[in-house]
């Protein structure tokens, strides 16, 4: 069926250390979007990527959309504790149609 | 209200009770998700509501599970006769169209 896989599931590093999730759709999509949840928190909203190829940098944060508007990742340079969390990719999965379809999330732990 | 809000926060039940869950989402926005989120796992689509369309039922896990959006803002998920693995953290996000999901601080249920 249609969905939205993300790798790796879980990822342990050593502060310092890079971090890089993916996140792969079975369709096209029109944009894709990127949430983290902290431990004991909810999802919120990072970025959002909507061009072919696009590149956006929050900080230390960088985000990729693929050329074929069928993958993306997000990439983590020199990680702190701060990062630790759930990061989730989401995005439409059928051409004009509005729901959202999560992925199941890379946890991020950090070893300081 | 600035936010999505939820309610309760928490909720004990004992098992064969129903319980109903609250979401308040944002004022003007068409879409609202509810997902469920075991500890440490990723987030389980229950059901999509998108303006005066039929909702998306496809996640709910089984008949026990209901849920109904009234006059396109609140929304409440109704789980009768729960059972012990309805135990979870249930979330509700909200959005405009396919664009960033704000979720709320979600409701704790666990069913004793």
């Known amino acids: 069926g249609q969905q939205v896989m993300q790798i790796p599931q879980y990822q342990h590093v050593q502060e310092g250390e890079d971090f890089t999730t993916y996140c792969n759709s079975s369709?096209?999509?029109?944009?894709i979007q990127w949430y983290k949840q902290r431990p004991g928190g909810h999802p919120v909203f990072l970025i959002q990527?909507?061009?072919?190829?696009e590149v956006k940098k929050q900080k230390r944060l960088t985000f990729q959309f693929g050329e074929a508007k069928k993958n993306s990742s997000l990439h983590i340079t020199a990680t702190q504790t701060t990062d630790v969390g759930t990061y989730f990719c989401?995005?439409?999965?059928?051409?004009?149609?509005?729901?959202?379809?999560f992925g199941q999330g890379t946890r991020l732990t950090i070893n300081p | 209200g600035a936010g999505v809000s939820q309610s309760p926060s928490n909720k004990v039940t004992e098992k064969g009770k129903d319980v109903e869950l609250r979401c308040d989402p944002i004022?003007?926005?068409?879409?609202l998700y509810w997902y469920r989120q075991s500890l440490g796992q990723g987030l389980e689509f229950l059901i999509y509501?998108?303006?005066?369309?039929?909702?998306?039922k496809s996640g709910l896990p089984s008949d026990r599970f209901s849920a109904e959006r009234t006059g396109g803002s609140v929304s409440t998920l109704t789980i009768q006769r729960t059972q012990q693995e309805d135990s979870a953290v249930y979330l509700c996000?909200?959005?405009?169209?396919?664009?960033?999901?704000?979720f709320g601080q979600g409701t704790r249920l666990t069913v004793v």
């Open positions: 990527l909507v061009k072919s190829g």
């Open positions: 369709t096209t999509l029109s944009n």
């Open positions: 509501f998108q303006g005066n369309s039929a909702p998306d």
């Open positions: 004022s003007g926005h068409t879409a």
């Open positions: 989401a995005g439409p999965l059928i051409q004009g149609a509005q729901k959202l379809v």
């Open positions: 996000a909200s959005s405009l169209g396919q664009y960033e999901a704000f």
